[in-house]
């Protein structure tokens, strides 16, 4: 069973510019959550999508948004790029994403704001 | 604010002995969940604990969870160099501790453990 694909796996973006990032999930999964990790926050969570529903939403601006298409894949988009937002951007896929079932993640897009 | 916090942030030992890192919490949780992270790559599951649920073993590791402390315990037995990684504790709120929970795991900092061989 193929494990969560995160696209691409290195991105160096200029500010200003915005970007996409991709996420597949294990096949049979539909949640998708998306989480951030810096060094100095450490993993803070993004969003989560369910049947291309946005269920919850973590403490992000506007410009940070996402989706999630029939297939269960998602992506997330940022715009006007700041170098704050330079980062590993990791998805996690489960089952149901309800309490009690393992989150599952991909090996995440490095992501360098220059 | 990070809901988790690791205990010690840093654990240097040798092949063979034990590890054990702790991790406590604030508010009442689901589940507790467990991961490794080598060098900057994704996380890797380890495993998850119930909030109903007080110990658990898998292979190496053993989890404990005191929900009336708020703290959990990872103990890795007979350590390896491949053990090397940075481990956190991530919690999934109970839905009476505000707002929904579905999806949102809330990490803890993370204790690098490096074994020597």
């Excluded at chain 1, 998306?34 to 946005?54: A, D, N, V």
């Amino acid at each position: 069973k193929a494990g969560v694909t995160q696209t691409p796996r290195y991105l160096i973006k200029t500010r200003g510019q915005q970007v996409t990032l991709s996420c597949s999930p294990i096949s049979g999964h539909r949640s998708v959550s998306w989480y951030q990790q810096t060094p100095g926050q450490g993993l803070q969570f993004l969003f989560e999508y369910f049947s291309e529903t946005q269920r919850n939403k973590g403490n992000f601006p506007g410009r940070f948004s996402g989706r999630q298409f029939s297939n269960s894949r998602s992506e997330m988009n940022v715009s006007t790029l700041e170098l704050g937002d330079s980062a590993l951007y990791l998805c996690a896929s489960s089952l149901l994403g309800s309490p009690n079932t393992e989150a599952f993640f991909g090996q995440g897009t490095r992501l360098t704001v220059v | 604010s990070q809901q988790g916090e690791e205990d010690p942030q840093a654990l240097s030992i040798q092949e063979g002995e034990n590890a054990t890192m702790n991790c406590s919490y604030k508010t009442s949780i689901n589940n507790l969940q467990w991961y490794r992270q080598n060098s900057g790559r994704g996380l890797v599951h380890l495993i998850l604990i119930r909030s109903n649920e007080r110990e658990k073993h898998s292979g190496r590791l053993r989890v404990t969870l005191d929900t009336s402390k708020k703290s959990s315990s990872l103990l890795i037995t007979a350590s390896r160099a491949a053990d090397t990684a940075s481990y956190f504790c991530a919690t999934l709120l109970s839905s009476n501790a505000g707002g929904t929970s579905y999806g949102k795991l809330t990490f803890g900092q993370g204790t690098i453990l490096t074994v020597h061989p």
